[in-house]
């Protein structure tokens, strides 16, 4: 359902703010839900181990323990059909797979990286100049924001130092996360922080008044 254009607004400048802003809800969604599918496959997990070690306490204690069932091997896999066999996809421990989906695990890490890579993705590829358009400019870089100049610089770093913040990640304007040299890990509190200053940003972008914010 679309929202009504607040009065004195551009409709067409209003309708594209509406369009980036359910982009980036929808990013975000996606965002979470990959956390706590983390965040669920992790419990099944642990809890497996739990009921393993209840299990066999009794009967084989030299494997009843946390220790001895994070050495044991955990894998993806594709299930055999009528065509094709079991085929393995990916292999590692238990307590390797229970570190990587921890909160600050690396799986998590790797989706902050994504979740920046593609924001900055649609908005200098396609929005920033579509919105240059509708705004009248004749260039995109005519649309000036400190605020993705900042997600500019994490994605670079993400992508071309390792995921470690460069000199211009800590000179941030807006973002000042990180310092250089520091590991980027983007806590889903940045997440919603940063999609509060997009939400502001695509507010006075669109000339929508103060008191009428662009949500969706």
């Not at 929202?3 to 309708?15: C, H, S």
């Not at 649309?143 to 994605?155: M, N, P, T």
Request: include cysteine; proline fraction near 3%; aromatic fraction near 10%.
């Amino acid at each position: 359902m679309s929202i009504t254009v607040p009065a004195g607004v551009d409709e067409k400048v209003f309708r594209l703010g509406e369009e980036f802003m359910r982009f980036a809800h929808d990013l975000w969604g996606t965002y979470l839900d990959a956390l706590g599918g983390l965040r669920c496959s992790r419990d099944q997990v642990i809890e497996f181990q739990q009921k393993t070690i209840a299990e066999i306490k009794g009967t084989e204690p030299e494997h009843a323990s946390e220790e001895f069932l994070d050495r044991q091997p955990l894998t993806h896999e594709f299930e055999p059909t009528s065509q094709a066999p079991r085929k393995l996809l990916h292999r590692s421990t238990q307590g390797e797979f229970k570190s990587r989906t921890a909160t600050n695990g690396a799986d998590a890490r790797v989706l902050g990286h994504m979740m920046i890579a593609l924001l900055y993705g649609a908005w200098e590829d396609e929005y920033r100049s579509r919105f240059a358009t509708a705004l009248g400019y004749a260039r995109k870089n005519d649309v000036k924001s400190d605020l993705f100049g900042d997600v500019a610089q994490l994605r670079h770093a993400i992508v071309h130092h390792a995921g470690r913040a460069t000199e211009k990640v800590e000179r941030a304007r807006i973002l000042k996360w990180f310092r250089r040299g520091e590991l980027i890990f983007i806590t889903s509190a940045q997440v919603n922080w940063l999609y509060h200053q997009i939400d502001c940003y695509i507010t006075a972008l669109c000339g929508i008044p103060e008191d009428a914010v662009l949500k969706v």
